[in-house]
């Protein structure tokens, strides 16, 4: 007998049921993993106005998620160095399947639907070899991995979608291994870069930051292909450089300000709504700061303690903190809802069609 997902799958293809969408799933604009009081861990989904919309319970401490861009499915990533990944039904939690990472592979916490929703890339480490890899899986066959090429680098840990086709990937440059936990291997020899790769894995430009020890590990991509990435510096706090930079392919990277408020970490980054601004947080510093696009400029510090999520909002710019608040960054910090949960590292935008 075929069971649920099977059946249903069969009436979507037979034309007998109507395509669920996010709608279906309470309308949420975001997604964030979180822990609840009790140690539990859970992925929520939230609406614009920061209200939980959907709590679905996850086996572990889960970092970012992947939105498929028209079905409310999304797949939560473990905490790197993760093995597992779960496609999950928004609807009722129901899980749709269950990604494990081959032999000699570990999740690094982040994965992109391509623009059609068939296929998920998800960022992995080869541990013995000490490469990078970006796994290819099949939604239509039940998330089956149906390949892997390289991410052009070391350490690969976000990757995110271009408006023109294909990925970018901040590879952090950071070398682990599972018998070794999350201890750094080669801090003395990384090269972090950020990689431009096709959809089908041709590596088409890479550019390093000058620093070797300022690992890039978080993106975001604005509508016209500017890449803003976010990185984690791997020395001495004190002498930490900027942090945050611009690119545009064919160009060098831009820095923007500088590390004295962050603690040598960027936890999270996004553009705003309407692509003028760029913010980034840092949860050890307890800082969030927004820079101006065209000008460079730092245009405003918040100090909210815990603070990691940032998102695009429709006026702006949406963050999360581990204390439970979800907050609107405008000229200061102002709560829209505060929730008894622990919201992780990243808050992830549900891109709805229309």
């Known amino acids: ?201 041709d590596l088409l430009e890479v550019v390093e930051p000058e620093q070797h020890l300022a690992s890039t590990r978080h993106l975001a991509v604005r509508g016209d292909g500017l890449v803003a990435v976010g990185m984690q510096w791997q020395g001495d706090v004190a002498r930490a450089p900027a942090l945050v930079a611009l690119h545009r392919r064919g160009g060098p990277l831009q820095l923007l300000g500088d590390a004295s408020a962050l603690e040598g970490y960027v936890g999270s980054i996004a553009f705003s709504g309407d692509g003028t601004q760029v913010a980034i947080t840092s949860p050890r510093g307890g800082t969030l700061e927004v820079f101006d696009v065209k000008t460079r400029a730092l245009a405003q510090r918040l100090a909210e303690a815990d603070i990691c999520g940032v998102a695009a909002a429709q006026d702006g710019l949406l963050a999360t903190t581990g204390l439970g608040r979800v907050i609107h960054a405008d000229n200061k910090a102002r709560t829209l809802n505060a929730a008894q949960l622990a919201y992780d590292n990243h808050l992830v935008v549900i891109a709805q069609p229309g």
Not at 150 to 166: E, M, N, W, Y
């Open 1 to 201: 007998m075929a069971n649920r997902r099977q059946f249903l799958a069969g009436l979507l293809a037979s034309g007998l049921a109507p395509v669920p969408t996010w709608a279906d799933a309470g309308s949420p604009a975001y997604l964030s993993a979180a822990r609840l009081p009790d140690g539990r861990y859970v992925l929520t989904g939230l609406d614009r106005a920061g209200t939980e919309r959907f709590r679905i319970p996850l086996p572990d401490r889960g970092h970012a998620a992947a939105a498929h861009p028209t079905r409310p499915v999304a797949v939560a990533f473990a905490r790197r160095p993760g093995r597992f990944a779960l496609a999950l039904d928004c609807r009722d939690g129901t899980v749709l399947a269950q990604l494990d990472s081959p032999e000699g592979r570990h999740f690094y916490g982040h994965g992109s639907f391509d623009a059609t929703g068939q296929y998920l890339f998800t960022t992995e480490n080869d541990y013995d070899a000490g490469a990078g890899r970006i796994g290819v899986w099949d939604v239509q066959q039940g998330f089956a991995r149906i390949g892997e090429f390289a991410s052009g680098g070391v350490g690969p840990h976000d990757i995110k979608r271009l408006p023109t086709g294909g990925f970018v990937v901040a590879n952090g440059g950071i070398d682990t291994h599972p018998d070794s936990g999350r201890l750094k291997l080669n801090l003395p020899t990384m090269r972090p870069n950020l990689a431009y790769l096709s959809e089908d894995g």
